[in-house]
């Protein structure tokens, strides 16, 4: 008589994983676990372009760890790059000359410009190998100019009587504000709503109350009435930080054109009725891959609405948890058996297959094909995933065991 053997798969346990010595808090108001912690005083700051800005925050660290008595040894305050590896603003080209760091954590931005606006974020490195601390989400800073817009204007003859309203998205609507024209203050502590009777050579500004060294641009009556207003030109769009965007890093897409009078700003996601944003930048504290895709925005002002070019987000981010399939449910002795894995991520993965107590790979591939099986193939398998971004082995393995059945 012929006797037949079956080979079986089953599922293992999953593989251990190490505790991480140093965790991190999931939100920003926690206080980290074994005493490391950072804590913002504020998740939300608009500042007034031109103006200076303290982020400010505390952080502690336990006193020990073992044996080491931790020293803190860098403060860093970023908006690019990972939190292991971030650019300090003080080497930022795009904040050279502006940045002082101060007392405690606390970092002053002077002279801030629109395309400032990012989230930012503090972390301490420490003298101990894993004493690295960074906290999350971080700081959101919107920066935002006093826009003057002249809403009419008549021409008389004694001069141009001109209505203006003076604003800014980081003021509430009854903030007051003091009127400039050649330089001296016509009206101080006023609503945002001007009325008056100016000369031709009248050169007007606007400024927001206790930020009176941060005036609106200045409008000059007569060149006023020969070229504006002005619609909105194609708005431009950009990236901020440039580069490659990675899952979990804060993002800004910023929206820009020169309009009078000043424009709305609305950011759209292609093939999204929805309205995202209604601010010149559009805000991603924690980009995901679901972000992923064709943005745009659009510009209008009382006499056109513009709509800018796309401009796309591709997020790339390390593979998942791979998955494992198998070619057939039952394994007959002498068959060929195909292993696949597969595991979502961006660049596409490639895929090294091992097996258990073998430091060579079996395989390179998505799959790992075994021909004519036999008993020396019994074993535990896995894949690991893996591309620029990082890499993922399976959770579990995929164990084959060879058994004999009913030998006659």
Request: charged share 20%.
């Amino acid at each position: 008589m012929l006797s037949r053997r079956t080979l079986r798969w089953r599922l293992a346990p999953p593989l251990p994983r190490p505790f991480p010595p140093l965790p991190r808090p999931l939100i920003m108001t926690l206080r980290g676990q074994n005493g490391w912690s950072v804590t913002y005083s504020s998740s939300q700051i608009c500042a007034i372009k031109g103006s200076t800005v303290d982020l400010k925050c505390n952080y502690t660290h336990p006193d020990t760890v073992g044996d080491t008595v931790i020293e803190v040894r860098k403060l860093i305050w970023y908006t690019k790059g990972e939190n292991d590896t971030p650019v300090d603003l003080k080497d930022d080209q795009d904040y050279a000359g502006r940045i002082e760091y101060k007392h405690g954590c606390t970092v002053a931005i002077r002279d801030v410009r629109e395309s400032d606006s990012a989230v930012y974020k503090f972390r301490f490195i420490t003298n101990h190998q894993n004493g690295k601390y960074t906290s999350s989400p971080g700081v959101n800073l919107s920066v935002s100019a006093v826009e003057l817009q002249v809403i009419k204007w008549e021409r008389k003859q004694s001069g141009t009587r001109a209505e203006m309203t003076c604003k800014s998205k980081c003021l509430p609507d009854l903030h007051p504000y003091i009127w400039v024209k050649n330089g001296q203050d016509v009206l101080t502590q006023t609503s945002s709503s001007f009325s008056y009777m100016f000369s031709d050579a009248d050169r007007i500004s606007c400024a927001a109350a206790g930020h009176r060294n941060f005036p609106s641009p200045s409008v000059f009556l007569k060149v006023f009435m020969l070229f504006l207003p002005d619609a909105p030109r194609l708005p431009s769009v950009a990236l901020r930080p440039s580069g490659e965007v990675v899952r979990g890093t804060s993002v800004n897409l910023i929206c820009s054109s020169d309009p009078n009078p000043t424009a709305e700003y609305i950011w759209f996601k292609k093939n999204n009725p929805e309205p995202l944003s209604n601010y010149s930048q559009l805000v991603f504290e924690s980009i995901q891959s679901s972000d992923s895709g064709e943005y745009y925005c659009t510009s209008e002002n009382m006499l056109n609405q513009v709509t800018s070019e796309g401009i796309f987000i591709d997020v790339k981010y390390a593979p998942k948890l791979p998955r494992i399939s198998v070619s057939a449910s039952e394994i007959m002795e002498g068959i060929s058996l195909t292993l696949s894995c597969s595991s979502d991520s961006n660049p596409a993965a490639n895929y090294t297959w091992f097996k258990e107590n073998e430091k060579t790979p079996q395989s390179s591939g998505q799959n790992l094909t075994i021909t004519n099986i036999g008993r020396q193939h019994s074993g535990l398998y896995f894949c690991e995933a893996h591309n620029s971004r990082g890499s993922h082995k399976s959770k579990y393995f995929e164990n084959v065991i060879l058994d004999q059945l009913d030998v006659a």
